[in-house]
């Protein structure tokens, strides 16, 4: 079992070479606290134990931030976002990020929403949509600087859900397991208007995960994201 005292949490954040300041301490937290709270009532996450959240959601989710430098100020999309994550993570670490949560299940936005409001992240957005809806609607698609997902989709159809959400110049951070690389959707990337910036391989806690980040080149052509039972039935 994990210790999850500040100095402990200090270490492990330092060993990634992520610096943890006290008020991230705190604020994830609470956010740990009142996760395995309302998870007592509402199933959001298999991963209860104080110690493997902050390993396993916490540090996975802010990891990507020492591998790509999002600017200041950037604009972020977390599609399928579930209870948060990599977004609330990302968003506490970076307080500069304008953070939106995008998910389909109105009990993972309720809960967000109230997570928003006790964190006091007044100025996060919650949204409750499929992705392939809301990537079609003029206010959302191609307004964000980066998308991120994790463990939503394989790849292809990540790329279709996620891609038209992203502006021309920004990015898709797709956090992935070990099994599934850039070559599983080279043409799904291309199709929707991106190119691979980078594909890193690391270790959190002896487990392996694989972070590709795409850049959007051109616009993603109006015909995506289609019809979800289209995605999932051929993917590109």
């Known amino acids: 079992m994990i ?17 943890i300041t006290q ?3 705190s604020l994830l937290s609470e956010y740990a606290e009142f996760l395995v709270e309302y998870n007592e009532k509402v199933n959001l996450t298999a991963i209860t134990e104080t110690g493997e959240i902050w390993v396993k959601h916490f540090l996975d989710s802010i990891v990507p931030l020492s591998y790509v430098e999002i600017p200041e100020n950037a604009s972020i999309i977390d599609v399928g976002t579930g209870a948060g ?10 307080s500069d990020l304008k953070i939106t949560m995008l998910d389909s299940l109105m009990k993972r ?9 006790k964190m006091e992240l007044n100025d996060w957005r919650c949204i409750h949509s499929r992705a392939e809806d809301a990537g079609n609607l003029p206010e959302y698609r191609e307004t964000f600087d980066v998308a991120t997902a994790r463990a939503v989709a394989a790849l ?3 790329c279709e859900y996620c ?3 992203v502006k ?5 951070i797709a956090l992935k397991g070990p099994s599934e690389s850039s070559d599983d959707a080279a043409f799904a990337i291309k199709e929707l208007g991106g190119a691979v910036e980078k594909e890193i391989t690391y270790e959190i806690s002896g487990e392996e995960r694989r972070l590709i980040v795409i850049r959007k080149i051109s616009h993603t052509p109006s ?14």
Do not use: A, N, W
């Open 223 to 236: 015909k995506y994201p289609r019809k979800s039972s289209r995605i999932k039935q051929k993917p590109l």
């Open 168 to 172: 021309k110049g920004g990015i898709f």
């Open 156 to 158: 292809p159809v990540l």
């Open 3 to 19: 210790k999850t005292d500040f100095s402990t949490i200090h270490c492990l954040f330092v060993e990634r070479g992520l610096e």
């Open 85 to 94: 994550f990599p977004s609330v993570p990302m968003g506490v670490y970076r």
């Open 109 to 117: 936005i309720t809960f967000l929403e109230q997570l928003s409001e």
């Open 163 to 165: 891609m038209p959400f």
């Open 23 to 25: 008020k991230h301490y």
